[in-house]
């Protein structure tokens, strides 16, 4: 049996996007976030990684709904792109007033990360308390191509030539992942 169930957000001819699902636990990924409104307000709250191929409109559009239904949440998202992604958070980020949330607001952070076949470039966390100012982080060394390794699967990456920095991105599950909860 399959860890997750994929599905396509919009038509294969529309914006891209692709919802890997968790068969177990409350969790979800997108990769790629062009327009996210075929999905439902309760599988978008189930993301916790988004990975972006690249920085056009049809990849990244769908920032702004993740962003809407996350924020009064105490819940952080993880983004993981090229070179360019946390710059590009940040600017979705600045282009809103953020004068009513406080160190009392709930506590949604985006972690962010630019990743290049050298390894992870920036990593920027975002917190609402903090009214999304970018906070630097230490890059955790990425080992080789490798964007998450999680004891269930693991997510590579490799850079491509699409005129911009864009990663393709592969999702491997592990054999034998399946806890015993999973049963």
């Not at 590579?156 to 399946?178: I, K, N, T, W, Y």
């Amino acid at each position: 049996m399959l860890l997750v169930q994929p599905r396509l957000v919009n038509d294969r001819f529309s914006d891209a996007g692709l919802l890997l699902d968790f068969r177990f636990g409350n969790r979800a990924m997108l990769f790629d976030i062009g327009d996210l409104s075929p999905l439902s307000p309760r599988e978008i709250l189930r993301v916790s990684h988004v990975f972006v191929s690249h920085m056009h409109m049809d990849h990244f559009a769908g920032f702004d709904r993740l962003l809407r239904l996350f924020l009064y949440r105490n819940k952080t998202v993880h983004f993981f792109g090229p070179p360019g992604l946390t710059e590009a958070v940040q600017a979705k980020l600045n282009a809103y007033t953020w004068n009513l949330l406080d160190e009392q607001s709930h506590d949604f952070m985006i972690a962010a990360c630019d990743w290049t076949p050298a390894g992870f470039r920036h990593s920027r966390l975002f917190r609402a308390r903090a009214g999304f100012a970018r906070q630097d982080t230490a890059s955790n060394p990425a080992e080789g191509n490798i964007l998450l390794d999680d004891p269930d699967f693991r997510i590579e990456a490799a850079m491509l030539d699409h005129g911009v920095p864009c990663l393709a991105f592969a999702f491997q599950e592990r054999s034998g992942s399946m806890c015993k909860s999973h049963s």
